[in-house]
């Protein structure tokens, strides 16, 4: 087999990196290329406008994932902040893949919605605030996606327990023990 | 004088559980008469957790885990988790490993994409067609069974390789497979293709046009059925699929009918790929020798010291495979669309943080824009042609 030529090693930044450097000298902080993909780093505020631009400029027409990290207690580096969230666009006519990334404080978890731009954001901006309590101004329906309307916190979040339980329905027969509880001994009463 | 009549909307739960969604889904409708003006669509109903499982298991525990994702084929599952670890890893695979992951991720597309048209065909009530594709897709899972030990929870694929090379009865039993395929197939179509009544339900239903599916970032035979022209397999080689021949199936009017035909012939090209991986399959070992992630042979493990030591540091907690911090993303052509593994390491023997780009989450999203202004009766063929699957939706 031909190696593959990179294994996502990081190279110099790329052209979308550059011009969006000239474009935007204050809001575009780092970036690089892990081919296929340009990764560039932006300040939170800003995604919006650097989204329409690529749109515009760039003919990327799909944002074809978003996603959030918690970095809280990170081993493998210093973090600006606790969370980082990662949108990922792609151009079908050129093939070119872009990986936008923002840090974004515990303080303020809020950024701006890409609902207008892209129908794909909708669901996706509800599952990150879902599962991770960013918001998203200007979302049109910022609700609960996977977890049910009752369910509070944001399981993703690496201070929420693996193991934390929030049933729904009050136990139906009360003779059965909890689940995960200590089963009673057999016998009467 | 007649009396005035109020005119009132009515609204209709379909699903979670309904005998016409397979899956876990809730769709609902407002309908006036039998037209739908309006719908939501709920998901989450099988949410097992998934992302927040396998922070917190080690890095060849995650494998069974991916299984259960898209369980119709979980090949490409763990083919890809696998690919974006040993990406991670910056490991690559010896040739043979990486022929017969091609071969058995082109044969779990097969059996996904007769599992989906055969649906789609019983809910029109063809269950002949349907009994027929599934009498195939039995036969491919038999072939399953023999190669990695289960029909649907395989588990088949580890960081570095896969955990055993194909059998003999595999390799002598494959070729009547695909035989016994393009026959169900052909028998299906010629059953339905030029039937009134199947084209009647599914000619612009459900139509989709490319720039909802761009905007939706619907990959997939469901985006190719609308033209949009993008295979992760062509577009992004991974594995050996830049050293075979296929065609990339396009449809025009993206409806459930060009979204059937599109599954047929990505039948037709992945029994091609699996022919040509057939007559190219090279020799030589299926996985890596490389310490950091290949458990040593277990005859050494009990007669030799070091190889019992080295066994131990692959398995006990804190030890394990260590890819470097860092983060991956590698997106491989699942059976219905692209997905796509995003991957955060911080250096421990545990994933910080895996990112899974369901490929039908984005096209449930579009379900809605789908079936609105059709009639109660058009969403069953409109919601089995998007192919959902409720393991990988929810996660």
């Known amino acids: 087999m031909k190696q593959q030529p990179s294994h996502g090693i990081r190279q110099e930044a790329g052209p979308v990196f550059h011009e969006l450097r000239g474009k935007f000298p204050r809001i575009v902080r780092d970036g690089w290329q892990e081919p296929p993909l340009e990764v560039v780093v932006i300040e939170k505020d800003s995604i919006a406008r650097v989204a329409g631009y690529l749109r515009e400029s760039w003919g990327v027409a799909a944002l074809m994932d978003l996603t959030v990290v918690d970095y809280q207690g990170y081993a493998g580096g210093k973090k600006p902040a606790r969370f980082e969230v990662v949108w990922y666009f792609q151009s079908f006519e050129s093939g070119r893949r872009i990986r936008i990334k923002a840090a974004v404080p515990d303080t303020d978890p809020v950024v701006p919605s890409l609902s207008g731009l892209y129908a794909s954001a909708d669901w996706l901006e509800r599952e990150a605030w879902d599962m991770f309590g960013i918001g998203f101004t200007g979302h049109p329906g910022l609700r609960r996606i996977l977890m049910y309307e009752e369910f509070s916190g944001h399981p993703l979040r690496k201070d929420y327990p693996l193991a934390k339980e929030q049933p729904l329905v009050e136990q139906v027969h009360p003779g059965v023990p909890p689940f995960g509880a200590k089963p009673k001994a057999l016998g009467g009463e | 004088m007649m009396p005035e009549t109020e005119k009132r909307t009515m609204q209709l739960n379909m699903g979670p559980a309904h005998p016409a969604m397979h899956g876990t889904v809730n769709i609902g409708l407002e309908l006036e008469g039998e037209r739908i003006c309006g719908s939501e669509v709920g998901i989450g109903y099988m949410h097992r957790a998934f992302e ?32 974006a670890v040993e990406k991670l890893l910056g490991i690559s695979v010896p040739e043979r490993g990486v022929w017969i992951r091609t071969l058995m991720c082109e044969v779990s597309r097969v059996t996904d994409h007769l599992t989906c048209n055969g649906a789609m065909a019983m809910e029109l ?18 072939l399953l069974e023999e190669a990695t030990g289960a029909r649907l929870t395989v588990s088949w694929s580890r960081i570095g390789g896969v955990s055993a090379d194909l059998t003999d009865k595999f390799l002598a039993g494959l070729p009547g497979a695909i035989r016994e395929v393009r026959r169900a197939v052909s028998e299906g179509n010629t059953l339905l293709t030029g039937n009134r009544i199947f084209i009647d339900r599914t000619r612009g239903i459900g139509a989709l046009s490319r720039e909802d599916a761009v905007s939706h970032a619907i990959t ?19 594995l050996a699929y830049d050293q075979v021949q296929f065609e990339v199936p396009l449809g025009e009017h993206g409806d459930v009918y060009d979204r059937f035909m599109v599954r047929v012939r990505e039948i037709e090209q992945s029994l091609r790929i699996i022919e040509q991986c057939l007559a190219k399959l090279p020799g030589g070992p299926v996985g890596v020798d490389d310490q950091r992630v290949t458990l040593p042979a277990k005859d050494d493990v009990y007669s030799s010291m070091e190889s019992l030591i080295h066994h131990f540091k692959l398995l006990m907690p804190g030890h394990g495979i260590r890819p470097p911090a860092g983060e991956v993303y590698q997106a491989v052509e699942g059976a219905n669309g692209e997905l796509g593994f995003y991957i955060v390491s911080d250096g421990s023997d545990r994933p910080w943080r895996i990112r899974v780009r369901p490929p039908c989450f984005f096209a449930m999203a579009a379900l809605s824009k789908m079936i609105d202004g059709g009639l109660v009766a058009d969403v069953p063929p409109v919601f089995g042609s998007v192919n959902m699957i409720a393991g990988e939706l929810d996660r």
């Open chain 2, 125 to 142: 009530g063809a269950l002949t067609v349907f009994i027929w594709l599934i009498r195939a897709r039995e036969i491919l899972y038999g």
């Open chain 2, 52 to 83: 927040k499982t396998v922070e917190h298991r080690s890095w060849n525990q995650v494998v069974p885990y991916t299984d259960r994702l898209n369980y119709v084929s979980p090949v490409i599952n763990n083919v890809g988790y696998a690919l």
């Open chain 2, 220 to 238: 997939g035979p469901l985006g190719r059925a609308s033209g949009l022209d993008y295979d992760v397999r062509r577009d992004l080689p991974y």
